[in-house]
């Protein structure tokens, strides 16, 4: 059997181990320590939003946003409906009703004009919403000014879902900058890792102070433990922190190979009848963290399931796009805005393999594994 191609592995600077060293020599084993610090600050500098806390996980960094927010029963959150449910599920943990917004065909992301549709129905029914999340889509950017344009006049925070677009840009600023708060993820198959962990970043100081309070199990501060308030278990620890560290030093190089490898897959499969790729809006540029292709079963003679299972035969891990949240089970009582935009892009939607490490007989192997399709009309 060939070596296993994986969907989006890590792939280390070198400068981890370094600075795990240091971590350890310095028996900052805890969550907590200079790395963490440092880590904060550094990652502060490079996205451009002063205050944020290193967590550990996404999923967590939007759970401790939307309990800083006050979400809880009875309130309601508008959130991209085609995205991943680390996104949503911490609306659910507070006992939030969640109303999935489509995305549009130009960007794949939340549609700015079925967002002010349910804002406005949510305004009518005397609920306006108490969050909006939009993802940030395999790396590319929301269209951040019309979605500010829609809540900003009504007071209603964004909570930015950047997770996948570290490294990516909406016009001049940073992926995530311009709302009220923006996470990031350093889960596994994320751009960079630090195995697991994520950021909660925002310019409000006192949300960030209060989800550090709330990230250490919401101690007062007293040389006892006092307890005002219910917290979590949320905080990074130095050593993963050292890890980060190492990666964000290489995170540039990381974006433009990871744009390389998308510009590869198109050069290569782009004239296969029924091939497309996700469109960058001209808004912003993408991480590419993903190359994500449509493979049209009319035009094309085959199917992304085909294709899927081919290359799986051939050990290479591709995967369908992310089922949009208003089809999932779990969400099935919940109101959607649109859906027929999402739910054909993962119909058809396939992920290729990305990673960073991949070497050019990698790439070619995924791409001749594909091409078979186009001639095996089967
Ligand atoms: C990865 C991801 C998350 C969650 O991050 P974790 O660190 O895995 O909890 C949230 N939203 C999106 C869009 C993601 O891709």
Redesign the pocket.
């Known amino acids: 059997m060939k070596q296993r191609i994986f969907l989006s592995p890590p792939h280390m600077s070198g400068r981890e181990q370094e600075r795990v060293q240091e971590a350890l020599a310095s028996n900052y084993i805890a969550p907590l320590g200079p790395m963490v610090d440092a880590f904060e600050k550094e990652f502060a500098e490079y996205v451009g939003i002063p205050h944020c806390v290193a967590l550990s996980?996404?999923?967590?960094?939007?759970h401790l946003a939307l309990r800083h927010l006050g979400v809880g029963p009875g309130d309601v959150v508008l959130a991209s409906s085609l995205?991943?449910?680390?996104?949503v599920s911490p609306a659910s943990f507070l006992g939030a009703e969640l109303r999935f917004i489509d995305c549009n065909e130009m960007t794949w992301n939340m549609d700015p004009v079925l967002l002010k549709k349910s804002v406005d129905d949510c305004l009518r029914e005397g609920r306006k919403p108490a969050a909006v999340i939009p993802?940030?889509?395999y790396g590319q950017c929301a269209d951040y000014d019309s979605i500010l344009a829609v809540c900003a006049p009504h007071g209603i925070p964004v909570l930015i879902?950047s997770?996948?677009a570290m490294g990516s840009r909406y016009r001049r600023r940073h992926a995530g900058c311009g709302g009220a708060a923006a996470?990031f993820?350093?889960?596994g198959?994320?751009i960079i890792t630090t195995s697991?962990?994520?950021m909660l970043a925002s310019e409000d100081k006192a949300m960030i102070e209060h989800a550090r309070k709330l990230s250490t199990q919401a101690r007062e501060n007293f040389p006892h433990y006092e307890h005002v308030e219910i917290g979590y278990n949320y905080r990074m620890s130095n050593v993963l922190a050292a890890i980060g560290r190492g990666q964000l030093e290489v995170l540039d190089q990381r974006v433009a190979r990871r744009r390389e490898i998308f510009e590869f897959y198109k050069s290569t499969l782009g004239k296969l009848p029924g091939i497309s790729f996700m469109p960058e809006a001209d808004y912003g540029k993408s991480n590419r963290w993903l190359t994500v292709t449509q493979i049209d079963p009319k035009r094309s003679g085959t199917d992304r399931e085909k294709v899927r299972l081919g290359l799986e035969a051939d050990n290479v891990e591709s995967r369908p796009i992310?089922k949009p949240m208003h089809r999932q089970p779990v969400f099935a009582a919940c109101r959607v805005y649109g859906g027929s935009v999402s739910e054909s892009l993962f119909r058809n939607g396939l992920c290729l393999p990305s990673g960073t490490a991949m070497t050019a007989v990698d790439l070619e192997r995924v791409c001749t594994g594909i091409k078979k399709h186009w001639g095996l009309k089967d």
Request: charged letters at 15%; hydrophobic letters at 35%; aromatic letters at 12%.
């Open positions: 996980s996404g999923t967590a960094a939007m995205t991943f449910i680390g996104s993802t940030d889509l879902d997770a996948e996470i993820s350093f889960n198959n994320k697991g962990g994520g992310w």
